[in-house]
């Protein structure tokens, strides 16, 4: 991270914990390492890799924790670099959410160290009556 970046997080007008600092800096790594040199490519094999590689890093342990300030530093880094990666950090606390809410303890032991390390991808289903937005 560089000086300036250093004292973005100073200047926010809010306390950030230091935990999410680190975590945002080693998601920066990740970023310039795996994700923006697939910046472009919006493969399926893209996405794999992208979901890994955050898994790999322990970036998507904060979907899984419903540690939502820690999701929101998370997104605005990745989403920066790729739309997919985000799309994919996304999926995985939307997909597991649920389970990590009101899942049964087999359940959360099944699904939960494969989103967490990116081997599995979450998803939802959503059917929306007439084509509009009634969820």
């Known amino acids: ?72 530093f998370l997104r605005d880094a990745v989403a920066a670099s790729s739309g997919l990666a985000d799309s994919m950090l996304a999926l995985q606390g939307l997909g597991y959410g649920p389970i990590a809410l009101a899942g049964t303890p087999e359940q959360k032991a099944r699904y939960g160290p494969g989103v967490r390390s990116g081997e599995r991808i979450a998803a939802f289903a959503l059917t929306e009556p007439d084509a509009g937005s009634d969820v």
């Open 1 to 72: 991270m560089s000086a300036s970046q250093d004292r973005h997080w100073e200047a926010l007008p809010i306390e950030v914990d230091p935990a999410h600092v680190e975590l945002v800096i080693r998601a920066r790594e990740v970023i310039r390492t795996e994700i923006e040199p697939r910046a472009h490519d919006e493969s399926d094999d893209a996405a794999r890799q992208m979901t890994r590689a955050l898994g790999a890093a322990g970036l998507l342990s904060p979907g899984a924790d419903l540690d939502v300030p820690a999701v929101c």
